[in-house]
Structure formats: C-alpha cells, structure tokens
C-alpha cells in the first residue's frame, strides 16, 4: 500500500492542500490510506518550481519587490535551541495521539495511542516503559489527543464529533460529550478549561459546566507572521503558554492561548529518521523531569527524547492576568513572576494524582491490563533492543514501516471495485463475442437476399 518517498516531506511553516510532486497518498498521513482520507485535502498550497517564464518573471518580481519587508521577516523567525539531555523507550506500535505526565509520580506518562480497532490508553513508567494500566478503546473509535483534569481523563475522538471522559484512576469510560467543531486531533488543559486542535488554525477552549458538560468558551486563531498557522496536532500547555506540533512537518510551535500569536518555532529534525504518516507528535511537560525540559516523541517512533531548552526559549513573555488560571500547572514560568502564584505539584488537581488513589485501583485494572492485547508486546529499550533482549525489528530498521490498516468504508469500496472488474473482465469478452456472431449472422442474411 505505500509507495512513498524514502524520505520525509520536508517541513513547511504552513501546509497545504496539495500534496507535492512524488508523494504518493498513501504516504500521507491525513489522507491515511485505511483512515477514511483523515486530514484529507487540508494541506495548503505546496511550493512549486515555476512551470513557464511568466511564473519565473512573477517570483523574481515577488522576490525583488519589497526588500527590506522581506529581510525584517525572516529576521523575525526565531528558532529555538535544545539539548537532548535523555532518551526513553516507547513502543513502536503506539500510533501516538496524546501524551501527559503525571507530575505527582515523577516518571510515569499517559498516552493514547490512535488507528481504528487499535486504539487504547496506556500508563507507564517512563524510564523502563513498564505498563502500569491499559484500557482498550471502542474498535469503531480512533483516539486522539489526551488531557487529565482534576480526577477525569478526558479523549478526543478524530471522526466521531465526541470527546470521551474516563476515570482517571480506574481507566473507566464516565460519559461522553458531543464535540462538534471538526475532527479532533490535539487536546490539553490549563488547569480550568479543554484546549483542543482540530487540524485548523484555532485553538478551541472547553469549559465544563456546574453538570460537568464541556461547552465550548471561545476559540482563538494562530498565526505566525499575520497569517494562519495550519494543520495544528498535539498540544501541551506549559503555564502560561502552549507548545503545539505542526502535523506532517519537524516544528514544533509556542503559542499564547490567549492571543494566538505563535511566537517561536522549535525543530526535532535529526532526531528520528521518518517517513509517510510516522510523523513527529507527542508533547508532554512537568517540573519533575527538568523545569526547562519537554518532552517529545513521534507515531510509531522506539524512543522519547528529553529535550533542555532555555526558561527564555520555554516560557517567552507574560500572559495577560486576565487569561490566568489559579489551578495552573506549575512550570518553570512560575518562578518568573508571570502567574498569579505557583501551584504545588502534590495538590495539583489538573495535572496529578495522588500514589494512594492509583495504588487503590490497581487491584481493579489487574485483570484487564493481563487480559490486554498490548500487554505481550515488550517495551523498546534505547539501543534499539526490547527489554527481554531480543532486537526490535521497527527500531533496527527505519525503514521496516508499518502499513496502516484499511478502514471499513475503505475496504468495502476496494471490494466493491475488485468485484466490479472481475465481473467486467469476464462479461466484456463474452458480450464481444456475441456481438461479433450476430455481426456474421446479418451479414450472411445479406449476402444470401
């Protein structure tokens, strides 16, 4: 099914809708081949090599005119440094969607892992990649993006328009909200309300109400250098900003949530050799592991990296007091004075629980984490080995991709079209052949009247 290039699309500041030149669809990721065209046609305007003379003559007059308007803007793109200061297993089947950190406990992480009829919610350790607790997904759901929120752990869907709540402690689905702004794609919380991506330029605030039902509070447009940030991903807010991956692409993006204006670029290029839908995704913060560190991972990537930026580079300006929320994570942004006060790790609501309350449901989990399909699969050491030893054949081999597989509206219409030629192929010979006897037939008629 894929015919991709052998490399990565290099990455653009803004996608576009067309694919460009040599790259099959099945080697992208929206359009996944299996996925229902997911992202489909939301790519933007790729850049091409002028066709004629006339499109020669228009780009040198674009590039000559305006000079100095064009140096100022790229002095005003702003890359951001890092230092990877540690590396941790993931698994290579995860098709990664959500990622958070559970502050309270140090190094465990959640994830939500996405692909129809292989979806499902993981907890474990970050060094060791130890499962804790898993939870299968509805097979008719693909997950995406993940936030915790005081004791619910809330999903969000790509095609079903809902947002799934689920005990965070027992993994149990509580209720499910209807979420009708687009597909889902990223989700996270600043301690008081959802923000959510959904492949667009907007970040959309969710606000539970006093019944606990999400209502949508207001939605923001990113831009970057006045025009629109595309084709937005996973999303992790780092009081009092957000950092965001740009789909298909190495960028990572800061934001402010409040004004939508993304204010510094970051590249993982170099980290992990990627190709088609195995996209750089996966954002995750927490004091515990560095207050200046994030950490980041991709689909379908055997490792996570730590990555050492400068508080400058993390954090950027203050926010305004008005957007502030009291229940704000905590991040190295506190100590500058930016937020209203510093919340403690321990009583955190929005981004930890407690090691009694996960303790207390371990005992409920046990059966289901044994009886979990994803419990065989061993975790992936950095050196590229599972932990029994045995080498890993995804991580030794960049180029060993795993296909994604077809959904069943997909899968119907390539039936459906296999059969409609297999039915073609043999009722075009016979018809030709009829056709030919009744052409002999009239002719002998003539001849013999």
Known sequence: LRSGPTRPWPPLDVPSPRRP??????????????EAGHRSGAMGPHRRRPGTWAGALALAAALSSAPGEGAEDVQAVQLATFQVL???????DCFTEGLFINGSQGAEVFESCGLYSKSYLRRYKLETGETLQTANVPKELFSEGLALRGKSMYMLTYHSGTVLEYDAFTFQEVRRHPFPYGEGWGLTTDGCDLLATTGSAFIFRLRPDAAG????????QVVFQGKPLRMLNEIEYVTPKVWINQWLSNMLWRVDPMTGVAELKLSVE????WRGEATPNGIAYSPSLGENTLLVTGKLWPQMFLLQLSTDHLCGGPVAAAGACSAAPPSACSRLGQLPARVDIAASAAVNLSAEDIAASAAVNLSAERQSPHEVLPAVAPNGQSASGSENPSSANPDNFVPTPLPPLLTAVAV???VVLACSAVALPWYLARRRREIHKYSRQSLEG
């Open 270 to 273: 170099g980290l992990h050799t």
């Open 21 to 34: 030149p040599g790259v099959a669809r099945t080697a992208v990721r929206r359009c996944r081949v299996g």
């Open 213 to 220: 039902t999400l209502e949508l509070v207001s939605k923001v």
């Open 86 to 92: 540690q590396r941790y297993p993931h698994r290579s």
């Open 416 to 418: 459906g079209a296999a």
